[in-house]
């Protein structure tokens, strides 16, 4: 990821923030410049989501995305935020065989990867089951 | 002085590694280890955790516990021996991620172990002047120690945030008094582009710990006219179990004022977030109107000493946000193997 795309989308990694349409308050994540259900009359206003959510579907990685090698095998899940859009996210700080399909969780502040060494480092958001 | 705690927040990893666990691969015994440093355990960061991560997560903590708009936040500094870059502040990732930005000024401190406490005096100092509404003082780390050294034993993760502004309403513990003692002492160090500190062993003790811890507490109770007595906690920057409790003692503190905030026996050392955190422990189960001492140790050297009393707001507050011994409590152990890929100690 180049250095001006990441800084460009930090509101968005770093606090959810997707956009809320005025007009069919339907809420989008990440965020649009135009709202695809009401178009030209949609009204698009930025909007912080929740980071409560659940897991609707995951998988476990065993080959991992470059950057990711120390981390296997590692979960992805499908999460829908209490807000309602779906995201896909690591779940972090977890086992694989902990996480359930509907366990909820909440999306967390964490590294990504790095550009490299002396590189940018790049943070966003990862979830993490919240256990009761 | 009319400033105070508005809210306060803390994280801590949930990796946790045992001393045996480090003492095996060194062909060490780990009772004497334990003995020694009176720790069992310590926090380790995951791979995808570092002091801007810690930061975050205790901010945000911090955040939702004073009920405040992280837009009123003017001043964010957050110390460390940790930063994630050499250069680029952490400050401006915490600021972005709590949503203070853009209108506040922010910077990173260093001060070995104390970095996070010199940084509430700052807060104390804007807010007091009336140049800030809220500031915010952090300190968080996640602690090298070279491997095979005393330092692997203790060197953890963790970190807590601090917010202050004027007293009122809305602060939970009002800071009557604060007092720094600092000299160049060359008990603990690590230079430029060098990955691990170097320390002088035994000359860490009474030179540089005991000297700074216990001057900066005398200072402070001179200044208040107050005595240990008049204190229902205490908590010392804990290096390890052992030094806090011999300082407590010297001061003429017991064991009961200090154990409630001694954590370094459960997580290890959390450098800057110590003595932080330590408070923030204590803060979760005092009553309105007793009566704290704080002081902080950074090697270099440096200790920072506060008394803070405990207001009835805190009754409302401290259950907003996760409390220290809920992150402490929550851990899953590893091994030795899995603690150096975690802290990237193989080369590939």
Redesign the interface.
């Given at each position: 990821m180049a250095v001006p795309r990441f800084w460009r989308e930090i509101p968005n990694r770093y606090n959810l923030v997707g956009a809320r349409c005025g007009n069919c308050n339907k809420i989008l994540f990440p965020p649009r410049s135009i709202c695809p259900s009401c178009r030209r009359m949609g009204k698009l206003e930025p909007y912080r989501l929740k980071r409560q959510g659940k897991v609707l579907s995951y998988t476990v990685a065993h080959v991992a995305a470059e950057g990711f090698e120390d981390q296997v095998p590692y979960v992805l899940a499908i999460i829908e935020l209490e807000d309602g859009p779906r995201l896909t996210a690591q779940i972090t700080d977890c086992n694989p065989d902990e996480v359930k399909i509907g366990d909820e969780v909440e999306m967390v502040f964490r590294r990504m990867g790095e550009e490299s060494q002396d590189g940018v480092i790049y943070y966003g958001f990862k979830g993490r089951l919240i256990k009761p | 002085m009319d400033v105070g705690i508005v809210g306060y927040g803390v994280y801590i990893p949930?990796y946790r590694i045992r001393v045996e666990e480090i003492a095996k691969v060194w062909g060490e015994n780990p009772e004497s280890v334990k003995r020694g440093l009176l720790v069992e355990e310590k926090s380790v960061p995951?791979?995808?955790?570092?002091t801007?991560?810690i930061a975050?997560?205790a901010a945000?903590n911090a955040v939702k516990q004073a009920g405040i708009d992280p837009q009123d936040i003017g001043a964010i500094y957050i110390g460390s021996e940790s930063h994630?870059?050499a250069v680029k502040p952490t400050a401006t990732?915490v600021a972005?991620?709590i949503?203070a930005t853009p209108d506040l000024t922010a910077a990173d401190y260093e001060f070995a172990c104390k970095a996070g406490t010199a940084g509430i005096q700052t807060c104390m100092g804007l807010v007091e002047a009336g140049m800030i509404k809220y500031g915010m003082a952090i300190g968080s780390d996640t602690a090298q120690g070279a491997p095979g050294d005393a330092l692997e034993y203790t060197a953890a993760a963790g970190g807590g945030a601090f917010i202050v502004g004027k007293n009122g309403s809305e602060t939970l513990a009002a800071i009557e008094g604060t007092y720094s003692y600092t000299t160049d002492t060359p008990d603990f160090w690590r230079r430029d582009m060098r990955p691990y500190p170097r320390h002088g062993g035994r000359f860490t003790g009474k030179p540089a710990y005991y000297k700074h811890v216990l001057s900066a507490a005398n200072g402070l109770l001179r200044q208040l006219q107050l005595t240990p007595q008049d204190f229902a906690y205490a908590i010392f920057h804990q290096p390890n179990g052992k030094f806090p409790m011999h300082a407590a003692k010297e001061l003429g503190f017991s064991r009961e004022q200090v154990a409630p905030g001694l954590l370094t026996p459960m997580i290890g050392n959390t450098y800057s977030g110590s003595t932080m955190i330590g408070l923030a422990a204590v803060l979760d189960q005092a009553r309105p109107g007793e009566r704290i001492l704080a002081v902080s140790y950074g090697s270099g050297a440096g200790s920072d000493a506060f008394s803070i009393v405990v207001r009835d707001g805190i009754e409302n507050k401290r259950d907003a946000a996760p409390k220290v011994l809920d992150y402490a409590n929550r851990k899953v152990y590893i091994e030795y193997a899995t603690y150096a890929?975690?802290r990237k100690l193989l080369v590939k």
């Open positions: - | 949930r995951g791979p995808d955790e570092d801007a991560t975050v997560e945000r994630p870059y990732i972005e991620a949503e890929k975690f």
